[in-house]
């Protein structure tokens, strides 16, 4: 496995918005871009593509360089949001129409077209008019046609943005299981956090223009390098504190609560002073001991798997805390709340 | 409440009116006694084949060049955003609003044998001899043609183009394909229904021509239309006028069954259409070159004819290096107008407007009266009875008219009888879409805060459809003023409109006094123009600003 399979280092800019970016994808990585929307992602895929030109910079995929390639000899599959699919072609035209115009001999286009309308489980709607499908269909046709002539490269923006929850949970499921049974490089667009996390073997959560952070799922939900991404996947509470080293470790002082120590961690080198303190709502635990806040529940919202709830501490500060089921909470309760420490990121404020 | 009964009542008093003249025609074509051994021995003759031939060839040719011109630009329409674009959308309805007559009177002045083009044609090249001589005859009625209809065909594939998503040609791109590749395979594919139907649509047109042709066409060159006119007037053959119309109704029928075709064709996959980039002078410098030269091009070859009728009428005699004088609009009120057009400048500008916004009102109403009724009636068919006009040619009903009540009614009358007919497939569009476009629920809405009957109608329905029925009843003035045939055969000589006036004033050489005539007719048309398409005030403002 190539772990610079593509290589990535360009920079567009519009009027309005301008997009500088840079990271490597390994060969078989389920990749993901996430970001709220008009951040660059889908921007950054159509650099990838050749559906835009980059004013610097360059694309390596695997080991050539992309620059000055057109669009159509990339050979890198595309997913639009919408699917694009040709409406004036059957299913069986869509799928076959790249390996056409890519001039497969007939035999091995038959074979191609069979296998997909399998795999896809299309063999039934072939004939049919893109018309007549359903929208799960669609993005099933969608994939099969990018997958067809065998890319490279797999570029996916949004594909699931038109369907509805439970179908984009089952086709979440199924690209997975595909990409996993095919090993295709792919990237994937989207702005639903919990897409990104459940999907990719590594995500890049872009803002502005500008890539934050990129790393494993469970490395950017847990250690976050920037309050933007921290709040961005999933809920987050970010308090200003100051740190400062001490013999037993780092001794963390919380804004208006009180103060702890974090035992050295082994690898991470913190600078002492001031950060932000990024604690999930489920890692904030109601406590008696080393109690870091003591305040009121203000809301507290059942969610049949546990309870989500505001506390509002001595000063203006609102913590968000989720339980579960079996520890009942009622507005008005008034306790202290600890802090998982391990579960704790120190944020820099720069 | 509505009378019951009542919202049937209309739609079959219209088809009466409409049906009853076309069948005393089909009637007299096909009942006769000798008819079908005489309707054979035509079609074996070398008349009929002859007519045929020029009415299908130039109207493939009329259809085949408006499009293909029309092609380039609207590839910049369906693909790019630029400012005006939506002035230049609505300024391509103006040919369409015109005259005929205008319109053969503009190619007559620019690009007859001494017209403007010939004498800039010697000044560039002198001593070469060069010269366009074709006007009165095949080049020329194609060319008249294609000025008629190019504008309406590029904006109908432009707006086509709008709602090809610019995806799909990004889809294609990734695939592999080449941008000719694209072309062939994703593009041109979508874009042939359009193609196609607009393509029929001229190719009917142009079939039914018959001012153009008339003058243009001499003895030579003949429609079927024109045929009928001169059977019927001319050599006053009533029989053989019958079944040359009921000859041109089954070709129509033909013709008509592909524009169906076609039409369900271009309805089967219409996309929404999606935001398009701008189109930028620094970026695209090659391709906003071409657009622009395309632009200036066409925009000369439409406004130039127009634009020289003007001058000309201010120039002695008509002439191009006449010098200015208002003679010719003095001339109007001279004892040779009303020697060669049978009647004064006053009676012929009262009686034109007379008509015509007696039609475009009558019209107007009995088409939005009909809208309204139509959500609540399942009609299914009637829309498409609806639409006979379409197929049959204003002589064909003219001259049924005329063979089903004779003299007993004014020739004004049957004149408004006929141009009604005309009109009304258009302005019965125009108002159901409009009706269309605002929903019931509006209607529901205020139904529920309490409005009822008049109210109803005076605070919701007629302020949104205010605008609706203005270019409604616009187009039916244009029509009834672009009438040229129903007028001739219907008017017996009696009633003169501006049409005929300016077709008599050519037709007995004072050329003079037809250009000034004709300015005065397009400044009307202009203005009749400027009111379909309001919206161009508020454009024009938002330009300046």
């Known amino acids: ?350 | 409440m509505r009378r019951p009964g009542w919202g049937h009542l209309l739609p079959a008093c219209l088809l009466v009116l409409f049906y009853l003249p076309v069948l005393v025609v089909l009637g007299q074509a096909f009942l006769r006694p000798n008819a079908w051994s005489e309707l054979v021995s035509f079609l074996g003759s070398q008349p009929f084949r002859r007519i045929l031939a020029f009415s299908t060839t130039q109207a493939f040719w009329s259809a085949f060049f408006s499009v293909a011109l029309a092609l380039p630009g609207a590839y910049f329409f369906g693909r790019y955003e630029f400012p005006g674009k939506r002035l230049l959308r609505s300024v391509m309805v103006l040919p369409f609003m015109l005259p005929g007559i205008l319109v053969v009177l503009s190619m007559v002045v620019f690009y007859g044998q001494n017209g403007v083009f010939n004498q800039w044609l010697a000044t560039l090249l002198p001593g070469r001899k060069l010269a366009f001589t074709g006007l009165y005859g095949f080049k020329g009625i194609v060319l008249t043609h294609v000025f008629y209809n190019f504008a309406f065909c590029l904006r109908t594939l432009g707006e086509r183009w709008e709602r090809i998503s610019p995806q799909l040609e990004e889809a294609s791109a990734v695939l592999g394909a080449s941008p000719l590749r694209t072309w062939r395979g994703v593009v041109l594919p979508l874009l042939a229904p359009t193609i196609g139907d607009v393509g029929v649509l001229v190719f009917l047109y142009s079939f039914l021509s018959f001012t153009v042709v008339l003058v243009l066409g001499g003895y030579l060159y003949q429609t079927f239309e024109v045929l009928i006119y001169i059977e019927y007037n001319t050599k006053l053959n009533f029989a053989r006028a019958s079944m040359l119309a009921g000859i041109q109704m089954a070709l129509l029928a033909v013709v008509l069954s592909l524009k169906r075709w076609t039409q369900r064709l271009v309805q089967q996959h219409s996309g929404e259409a999606a935001p398009l980039p701008p189109l930028h002078p620094k970026r695209q410098p090659v391709r906003t070159g071409v657009f622009l030269v395309y632009l200036g091009a066409s925009l000369l070859f439409f406004l130039l004819p127009l634009v020289f009728v003007l001058i000309r009428s201010l120039k002695q005699r008509g002439l191009l290096d006449g010098s200015w004088t208002f003679d010719n609009y003095r001339l109007l009120w001279g004892d040779s107008f009303r020697f060669a057009v049978g009647s004064d400048l006053l009676t012929v500008i009262g009686t034109t407007l007379g008509l015509s916004i007696t039609v475009g009102v009558a019209t107007a109403i009995l088409a939005y009266l009909l809208a309204r009724g139509r959500r609540q009636l399942p009609w299914g068919k009637l829309d498409l009875w609806l639409q006979l006009p379409m197929g049959v040619s204003f002589l064909t009903f003219a001259f049924g008219l005329i063979r089903l009540v004779g003299r007993s009614l004014h020739p004004a009358l049957l004149i408004i009888w006929a141009q009604v007919f005309l009109a009304f497939p258009l302005v019965y569009t125009l108002l159901r879409t409009a009706r269309r476009e605002w929903g019931e629920e509006l209607l529901a809405a205020a139904q529920t805060l309490g409005a009822s009957g008049r109210e109803l109608f005076w605070t919701v329905e007629f302020p949104l459809m205010r605008k609706a029925l203005g270019s409604a009843i616009a187009y039916g003035i244009a029509l009834s003023l672009g009438d040229l045939s129903a007028v001739l055969v219907l008017g017996q000589g009696k009633v003169i409109t501006l049409s005929v006036a300016v077709y008599r004033l050519i037709g007995h050489y004072h050329f003079p006094q037809a250009v000034a005539l004709g300015t005065l007719f397009i400044i009307l048309a202009v203005l009749l123009f400027l009111i379909v398409e309001r919206r161009l005030k508020h454009e024009a403002e938002f330009f300046t600003n």
């Open chain 1, 1 to 350: 496995m190539k772990q610079n399979f593509l290589q990535i280092d360009v920079a567009k800019e519009y009027p309005e918005f301008a997009l500088t970016a840079n990271l490597t994808v390994a060969e078989g990585e389920f990749f993901s871009l996430v970001g709220p929307s008009g951040c660059g992602k889908t921007t950054l895929l159509r650099l990838i593509s050749g559906l835009a030109v980059p004013d610097r910079g360059r694309i390596i995929l695997d080991g050539q360089d992309l620059t000055g390639v057109a669009v159509a000899e990339r050979r890198i599959g595309f997913v639009f949001q919408d699917y694009a699919l040709f409406p004036h072609l059957t299913v069986k035209g869509n799928i076959e129409y790249g390996l056409k115009v890519c001039r497969w001999s007939t035999a091995q286009r038959e074979r191609r077209l069979r296998e997909l309308l399998a795999l896809f489980e299309l063999e039934t709607l072939a004939n049919r008019r893109i018309q007549e499908l359903s929208g799960g269909e669609r993005q099933r046709v969608a994939l099969a046609r990018a997958l067809a002539p065998e890319p490279f490269l797999l570029l996916l923006d949004e594909p699931f943005a038109a369907l509805d929850y439970g179908l984009r949970r089952r086709l979440r499921r199924e690209l997975k299981a595909l990409q996993t049974q095919l090993g295709f490089t792919a990237i994937f667009v989207t702005h639903q956090q919990e897409e990104a996390l459940s999907l990719s073997h590594r995500l890049a959560v872009m803002e502005g223009g500008r890539i934050l952070q990129v790393g494993s799922a469970p490395e950017v939900y847990s250690k976050p390098c920037h309050p933007f991404v921290a709040k961005f996947l999933g809920d987050a509470n970010l308090i200003p504190c100051t740190v400062e080293v001490t013999g037993a470790g780092l001794l963390v002082t919380p804004e208006a609560g009180a103060a702890f120590t974090l035992p050295a961690d082994g690898g991470e080198v913190v600078e002492p002073g001031s950060y932000l303190l990024m604690i999930r709502p489920e890692d904030v635990v109601l406590a008696e001991k080393e109690v870091v806040y003591t305040g009121e529940l203000m809301t507290v919202e059942y969610l049949g798997h546990g309870f989500y709830a505001e506390i509002k501490t001595g000063a203006d500060l609102i913590l968000k805390i989720l339980v579960e089921k079996t520890t009942a909470l009622k507005a008005g309760q008034t306790g202290g709340v600890s802090f998982r420490k391990q579960a704790l990121k120190l944020i820099p404020i720069n």
